[in-house]
């Protein structure tokens, strides 16, 4: 499915005030593109298990979970918020691919007793710091009620709706799920959108700039199916406490131990980097080059990038050599490196629009990710105030959601 990228045009001040409305005032996003697949019946938990590398029995009706699907490789099939309408019904909310017909080949030759199949829901995202104020003129103040990763039914113009505070941006904000969308899909959208404009927001694209400073990764950009959970942030997906069978936990549980060893069971691991070089304001068409600045040598690529104002700085995401890393740093390659102080330089081989120097290299530095905390804390982020907390005070814990 296509979706749009953009819809103020640049002489207007184009993707930049996109990301300005996104951050200082709301904005609507067309995100039909996530399809939701819906797996029902009365083995719905449990085939949900064993596909997903999270704990399925742990979420309850009306509550969803930000989780991957992993092949028997321990590659990521697909990332999503699950989300778990009743004890015998999940929708998995997919990142723009096809997850249908994996999740359909698993159950053939199975005893799982389910359902499964793609509805007619198509979600769209109120985002930004004004999105609560919108959604209270929308459906009333029972929105405040709404946890994040939490759900609730609603209606806007009439039409049956569900309703999560969730999002693709960092920002606050929040999913309105419309059913019945090839009827109830212009119903639904003109009267959100008309209440983001009277709040002083308008739609916008997705906007890859913000997801990139919160170090949200794409499907098929930042990550696909041959690149590990461990690679790329994603380690705390895996836990160490699921006693349940599910796809790529053999060889899965197998990388966990060997980082835990100090060893690296991948050739390259995704970091963080702060480049130098003329403001990207665009799609980038391809990975760019990283190259070790030390030997000239060519030694990873950029998956994405974009200019961040407020850091004035090009932002990346990019894969370097595990090795390298691993020598500059005590840090195990887990989760925990991208929280770390690491002083390495890389190169990286710009389009010469970007380059300081047509046919130069620019120099970038690896930094923490996320660049730009969420203002919903992620889970990996989640995870981190709770171990912080257990580790000054083992008598009190945050009262966040850990999802």
Known sequence: MYHPRAYIDPDEGGLDTEYDLLVEEVTLMDVAVERQIRVEGPDAEAFVNYVITRDATEIEPMRGKYAICCNQDGGILNDFVLLRLADDEFWFSIADADLKQWLQGVTVNSDFEVDIDEIDVSPMQVQGPKSPAVMEALVGDVVEDIPYYGLMEATVNDIPVLVSQTGFSGEAGFEIYVREATENAEGVWNPVLETVEAHGGAVTGISHQRRIAAGIMSLGQDMDDETSPFQVNLGFQVPDDKDADYVGKTELERQQEAIE????????????????GEPIRDYAPD??????PETGEECGYVTSAWWNPGLEANLALAFVPAAKLQAATDVPLDDSIYDADVDMEFEVHLPDEYAEEAGDPVYATVAKVPFKE???????????????DEMTDSGSRTSGDRE
Not at 261 to 276: I, R
Not at 374 to 379: G, I
């Open 261 to 276: 060893n100090g060893a690296f069971p991948f050739t390259h691991k995704l970091v963080g980097l702060k480049m130098a």
């Open 287 to 292: 990975f760019w080059i990283v190259s070790d």
């Open 374 to 388: 969420s203002v919903n804390p992620s889970a990996r982020e989640q995870a981190k105030i709770h171990a912080r």
